[in-house]
């Protein structure tokens, strides 16, 4: 089962980036993050969730986790942190 993503779009200091937060399903169990601005992809974070399927975890924990990467992510473009973040 392949939860659905979120989008965000947000502003700062005059750019407009473009959040998107995906899961890859638990055949390939990561949530994505991607950050654009003007079409170009500055930032992306990928976190594997291979330990909670190995638990056999609700699908509820692979949500949560996905909202918070992407939270986390706009949350730092809104305090102009998005330079300070480690791309993976």
Do not use: C, F
């Not at 473009?18 to 654009?36: A, C, F, M």
Request: charged share 25%; glycine share 10%; aromatic share 4%.
């Amino acid at each position: 089962m392949v939860l659905t993503g979120y989008n965000t779009d947000i502003e700062h200091a005059g750019t407009t980036y473009h959040v998107q937060t995906e899961d890859k399903g638990r055949s390939n169990p990561i949530v994505e993050s991607l950050v654009y601005a003007r079409g170009e992809i500055l930032h992306s974070k990928r976190t594997s969730y291979q330990d909670l399927v190995d638990e056999g975890v609700e699908p509820d924990a692979i949500a949560a986790l996905m909202e918070r990467q992407h939270h986390g992510l706009v949350d730092a473009i809104g305090h102009g942190k998005l330079d300070q973040l480690d791309d993976h």
